[in-house]
């Protein structure tokens, strides 16, 4: 007698346990496409105010969540994003791209976006600010081989000066550069703005920073933050957007087709 491991005459082992696995793989997918929807549903419909647009699976149940500082969050946080769009439809059709109608970079449209992030800064594991200064940060410093861009020029994408790099903030956490610090001459005197590093080269052959996001004249309208020694969760998502939208934005030729 010829022994399988079948349940019956028809069902085996394997086909049950496939079965299995698609359905738990499919219920997965249904938890995790339904929880990814707990930031940014429902959709705002081009059509209608009334039009509620999540899709399916539907949006969760709201759930709390408990931070660090005793505070708590719930989400789906159950309000829409009501800041004005200074934008308007390129074309009539329902999703056409949006057109500028403002200064998008200060208006946080397209690539300028920024999310409304608690306006208070990040900690560490050991609850110190995590971006700052490397004039608080003085247990760090920058490594002798290689070039210090304090007191270095801040040149633009037009290949004008801006301003000069005045100090380096880092990140406490996954140590390295954050920002450069750069003093900016404008007509009213001298502003202190951020520029993330991310969106830098440095020339230490020519003791330059260079920029390409951003021309010159621009660097006067850089989100500034509230306290000099610290930014917050939502001053670095505008500042990084309004860098952003300068790749796009900071020349009308830029947002124009390449032939």
Same mark, same amino acid.
């Given at each position: 007698?010829?022994?399988?491991?079948?349940?019956?005459?028809?069902?085996?082992?394997?086909?049950?346990?496939?079965?299995?696995?698609?359905?738990?793989?499919?219920?997965?997918?249904?938890?995790?496409?339904?929880?990814?929807?707990?930031?940014?549903?429902?959709?705002?419909?081009?059509?209608?105010?009334?039009?509620?647009?999540?899709?399916?699976?539907?949006?969760?149940?709201?759930?709390?969540?408990?931070?660090?500082?005793?505070?708590?969050?719930?989400?789906?946080?159950?309000?829409?994003?009501?800041?004005?769009? +200074?934008?308007? =439809?390129?074309?009539?059709?329902?999703?056409?791209? #949006?057109? @500028?109608?403002?200064?998008?970079? !200060? /208006? &946080?449209?397209?690539?300028?976006?920024?999310?409304?992030?608690?306006?208070?800064?990040?900690?560490?594991?050991?609850?110190?600010?995590?971006?700052?200064?490397?004039?608080?940060?003085?247990?760090?410093?920058?490594?002798?081989?290689?070039?210090?861009?304090?007191?270095?020029?801040?040149?633009?994408?037009?290949?004008?000066?801006?301003?000069?790099?005045?100090?380096?903030?880092?990140?406490?956490?996954?140590?390295?550069?954050?920002?450069?610090? +750069?003093?900016? =001459?404008?007509?009213?005197?001298?502003?202190?703005? #951020?520029? @993330?590093?991310?969106?830098?080269? !440095? /020339? &230490?052959?020519?003791?330059?920073?260079?920029?390409?996001?951003?021309?010159?004249?621009?660097?006067?309208?850089?989100?500034?933050?509230?306290?000099?020694?610290?930014?917050?969760?939502?001053?670095?998502?505008?500042?990084?957007?309004?860098?952003?939208?300068?790749?796009?934005?900071?020349?009308?030729?830029?947002?124009?087709?390449?032939?």
């Amino acid at each position: 007698m010829h022994q399988t491991g079948a349940i019956t005459g028809y069902i085996d082992v394997a086909q049950v346990t496939l079965y299995a696995f698609w359905a738990f793989f499919g219920a997965l997918v249904f938890y995790l496409r339904r929880e990814d929807k707990r930031e940014g549903y429902p959709l705002i419909s081009d059509r209608s105010d009334n039009v509620r647009v999540e899709g399916f699976p539907p949006m969760p149940a709201p759930k709390t969540f408990l931070l660090r500082d005793g505070r708590t969050y719930q989400a789906p946080p159950g309000v829409i994003d009501t800041r004005h769009v +200074a934008a308007e =439809p390129a074309e009539r059709f329902p999703g056409a791209p #949006l057109h @500028p109608t403002g200064n998008p970079l !200060v /208006d &946080g449209v397209g690539p300028a976006s920024y999310a409304m992030r608690d306006d208070l800064p990040e900690l560490t594991a050991e609850n110190e600010t995590r971006c700052v200064p490397l004039r608080v940060a003085t247990d760090f410093g920058v490594d002798e081989n290689d070039p210090d861009p304090r007191g270095m020029q801040v040149v633009g994408a037009d290949g004008v000066v801006a301003g000069v790099v005045r100090d380096i903030w880092i990140d406490r956490s996954e140590p390295g550069i954050r920002y450069f610090e +750069a003093d900016i =001459p404008t007509g009213e005197g001298t502003r202190t703005v #951020l520029v @993330p590093i991310n969106f830098s080269r !440095v /020339d &230490g052959d020519r003791r330059v920073v260079r920029v390409a996001a951003l021309k010159a004249a621009q660097f006067a309208e850089i989100p500034g933050t509230k306290y000099p020694d610290e930014v917050s969760a939502r001053e670095d998502d505008r500042i990084t957007g309004y860098f952003g939208g300068g790749t796009l934005y900071a020349d009308p030729q830029r947002a124009e087709p390449i032939l």
